[in-house]
């Protein structure tokens, strides 16, 4: 063997272990999915369709669109952090005794748990899916002093917010991050403004998240091209316990899109599409990449814009820009079929994700 290809044979077995670790993730979470819809089944747990908006006016258009959706099982985002938690444990002490007995090393290296590169997204995944967890089950339970159940926007906001302040301190504080890189020109030092920088990143990818997950399958593609790239992106930073914890996402993402697609056997709910915006944003914060971030989760900049403009007409001006918002529902207004509005959405965030993808690698130095 010659010894260029011995120096590359720990970044093929990198490869492998995000690679295997992507694909254990998808076999574990299609393997318990069966298990958890049964639950969500046999105790209704279904969602109910919203009457009002946020600013207290009736629903009338969505209402008539997604009638047909009222009961649907929730909380299928579950499964997703589920699965990583699961794969964590296995991987801090199920491989090992796997490893020792098979007398192969490379299950043993299958280990993702860095306290450098995935304790702070997992820490996000995890609270931010608590917080969802709560919400969906007061929804679908009524409780809550929100119109129809759940939390109202200000109580999610602010404990985002805590999460978002709390990891930008860590960043600041203990880690000494100061720097906003902008691809191919370089890195500049912005001091403290790191910090609302730091919140404003993850208030976006949190709200928007959930304010894509209108449709079946559309957040969840949207997440999975998204995972994908800082997957790709992680790795050529030559963070491969980051890129294998992104590919472990993916990989639960993928099963869920299986029951997800129109028509949906469940849904995400506020536990997988609020955990999972705000462990993008960490994720995107972990690279440096906030331009590549912009541009992969471009969608959700739509998402939110859309929602923001047509309050802020409704407000000044008493008129509406969009026949509904966030702007998947203008489309369907407009009669889209639902998979017809997914299905483009998933295009355009496949070439977003590409492009994000090519900024984020070449563009590092």
């Not at 009002?52 to 629903?59: H, I, Q």
């Not at 000494?176 to 370089?186: M, Q, R, S």
């Not at 403290?192 to 920088?197: A, E, F, Q, V």
């Amino acid at each position: 063997m010659q010894i260029s290809q011995i120096q590359t044979i720990p970044e093929v077995v990198n490869i492998l272990k995000i690679l295997f670790t992507g694909i254990l993730s998808f076999v574990l979470a299609f393997a318990i999915t069966p298990l958890w819809t049964k639950i969500l089944y046999k105790y209704k747990i279904g969602i109910k369709i919203k009457k009002n908006s946020v600013d207290g006016k009736k629903l009338t258009i969505v209402n008539k669109l997604h009638a047909k959706k009222s009961g649907t099982p929730t909380m299928g985002g579950l499964i997703i952090w589920a699965t990583i938690l699961i794969l964590i444990f296995s991987s801090e002490y199920l491989f090992p005794i796997v490893a020792k007995w098979s007398d192969t090393n490379f299950i043993a290296r299958l280990d993702f748990l860095n306290r450098a590169q995935t304790w702070l997204p997992l820490f996000a995944l995890i609270s931010a899916g608590i917080l969802g967890l709560f919400d969906d089950i007061m929804s679908t339970r009524g409780w809550g002093s929100n119109k129809g159940g759940g939390m109202r926007f200000a109580m999610r906001f602010w404990w985002l917010f805590g999460i978002a302040a709390l990891g930008a301190w860590w960043f600041y504080s203990k880690l000494g991050w100061d720097k906003l890189h902008i691809p191919a020109v370089g890195d500049f030092s912005i001091g403290w403004w790191y910090i609302p920088l730091f919140i404003f990143i993850i208030l976006f990818t949190a709200i928007s998240s959930n304010e894509t997950d209108g449709l079946d399958g559309l957040n969840g593609g949207v997440l999975l091209m998204a995972f994908s790239s800082f997957a790709i992106i992680s790795f050529a930073q030559n963070r491969v316990d980051l890129a294998a914890f992104c590919a472990a996402i993916s990989g639960a993402l993928l099963a869920f899109l299986w029951f997800n697609i129109y028509p949906a056997r469940f849904i995400m709910g506020d536990t997988g599409a609020i955990s999972l915006g705000t462990t993008l944003g960490v994720v995107a914060m972990l690279n440096n990449a906030i331009i590549p971030l912009l541009i992969i989760a471009f969608i959700y900049i739509m998402e939110s814009g859309s929602v923001v403009i047509q309050l802020t007409s409704k407000k000044l001006f008493d008129r509406k820009i969009f026949l509904a918002a966030p702007i998947h529902h203008h489309f369907e207004a407009k009669g889209w079929p639902e998979p017809k509005v997914v299905m483009r959405a998933w295009i355009f965030a496949i070439v977003l994700a590409v492009i994000g993808t090519i900024v984020g690698t070449i563009g590092m130095d």
